[in-house]
Structures are given as structure tokens and as C-alpha cells.
């Protein structure tokens, strides 16, 4: 890892990426949970707001293509797909982006065959899933022994369905309004992940006290990460209050409260990531 900017924008992709997927995938879900009684105006109205979760997926995407030098780079990333657990993080996140970005056009036909959205919708899940396990795995890498732990995924999980759980219930909340049960319970699930995550951070901290390798320790990177820890559960926690005020709110007032809280959420996210990019030690010199 060069330092500096590489682990910013790193931390930018796994904070909002893997999120944003499993927002889209919980939307999916709902959907198709409710297709059987949803008219088509509130089909499609719920469908273009898949923009949310693709804008915040897409986001993440560019900000870690960043790292990449140049964008000729890029194409390398493709090279060792099936062996390089970048390469297949890279593809999967792709097919995630065109398997949604497909749905979500295809929703804008005058007219559509609502079996083959729902199958794209099905696709677009599957599709999320491998997204997240592939990202998740992507830095177990045996010569860094400060990643190659079991931590790793975890975090990144927890840290995405907190935010993901509170990115959901925003979007549900502003088109459905705060009598949909859907946006309360994901915001409850919100309020659990974040508990989950500060001890798995905890944990994780505890863990990179005894890595090290000929020069250094993992921790010594990282002194700040008990700050992060209490400034996550601080951040995380004054978002889900906004965004549990904005589920009292009609109308514009809260669409705009929502999306504070989630920007809080996020945020809180991002700066959880840092810590694990930071702690890179690889064994030997």
C-alpha cells in the first residue's frame, strides 16, 4: 500500500459499495414481497429509486478506481479473474452495476413484462451477495498477516449492513411514509449493527496489538483506532437519531432529514474503514 490517498479511497469504496448493494438488494426484497399487491405507478415509483442505492454503489467504484494510477490500470484488474481475489471483486461489482443498472432501465418502458423485472430483481440479489462476499475476501492475503484474519470480512459486513439497513429504511421511509413496517424494523436492524460492529472493531483493535513482524507492529499504525471506535458509535448513532426524527416528518422536511442521517451513518463508515487500510503489515521486512 503507497499510503495516503490509496487507503482514502479504498476506504471510500468498501465504506459505500458493499453498502450500497445490499441497500438495493433490501429494495429488491421488498418488491418482491409485495408484488402481488402493488398497483404498477407504485412498482415503478419504487423502482427508479434504485438510482439511490446504484448512485452510491457507483460512487465507491470510481473513488477506487482512484488508486489505480491511471485509468489504463483499470484493465489490469480484470487480468487474473478466477485466481486474484481483486480481479473477482472488481468483476463482481461490475456485474452487480450492470445486472441493477439493467433493471432499473428497463423499469422506464412504457410497458414491461413484470416477470422478467422480478427476475432481474432476483439476478440483482444474487448478484449483491457475491458482490459483498468477493469484497470481503479480497484482502486475505497471507504475506499481510494484520488481514488475513477472520476480522476482516466481518467488519466489512457489519459496517455494510448498518449502513445498508439505514440507507433502506431512508429510501423505503420518504416513498412509503413512516405507517410502512419495512423502514422501522431495517432502522432497528441499523441500531443492532452498530453495536455488533463497535465490538468487532474492539476486537479488532485488540487483535493488531499482537501482529508485527521484524520492524514494526500493526498497531503502532494505528494508535488513534480507539477514537475511531467511540467516534463511529458516536456518529453512527446521532444518524439513526435524525433518521428515526425523519420518520416523523412528511414530505420534503423528511426526505432531508433522512438523508442527513444517512450521510451521518456513512461518514461514521468511512472513518471505521481507515483503520484496517492504515494497519497494512506484511510479515517479514
Known sequence: MAGGFSEVSLAMFTALSPAGALTFALMAAYLLAHAKRM??????????????????VWMGFMASATHLGTPANALH??????????????????????????????????????????????????????????????????????????????????????????????????????????????????????????????????????????VAGAYQAVPWYGVVIVSYAAISLAGLYVLGKAARCEGWRGAVMGSLGCVLVFIATFLARLPFYFSYLSAGF
Not at 407504485?42 to 434504485?50: E, G, I, P, Q
Not at 432476483?122 to 475476501?137: E, P
Not at 470480512?153 to 423505503?172: E, H, I, R, Y
Open 77 to 214: 484488474a480484470f487480468a487474473g479473474i478466477g485466481r486474484s481475489p481483486l480481479s473477482n471483486e472488481v468483476l463482481c461489482t461490475v456485474v452487480f452495476l450492470f445486472v441493477g443498472g439493467m433493471y432499473w432501465l428497463y423499469t422506464y418502458k412504457i410497458s414491461y413484462l413484470k416477470s422478467l423485472a422480478q427476475a432481474l430483481l432476483v439476478c440483482s440479489i444474487v448478484a449483491s451477495a457475491l458482490m459483498m462476499w468477493f469484497t470481503a475476501f479480497a484482502y486475505s492475503v497471507p504475506t499481510v498477516p494484520s488481514w488475513d484474519t477472520w476480522h476482516t470480512p466481518l467488519n466489512l459486513w457489519g459496517l455494510s449492513f448498518a449502513a445498508g439497513t439505514a440507507l433502506a429504511s431512508c429510501v423505503l421511509g420518504v416513498l412509503f411514509g413512516r405507517d410502512d413496517r419495512w423502514p422501522r424494523v431495517l432502522r432497528r436492524i441499523s441500531y443492532v449493527c452498530v453495536v455488533g460492529v463497535v465490538l468487532l472493531l474492539g476486537m479488532h483493535a485488540r487483535f493488531l496489538a499482537g501482529v508485527e513482524n521484524n
Open 39 to 56: 398497483d404498477q405507478a407504485l412498482w415503478d415509483r419504487v423502482s427508479h429509486a434504485f438510482l439511490v442505492p446504484l448512485g452510491v
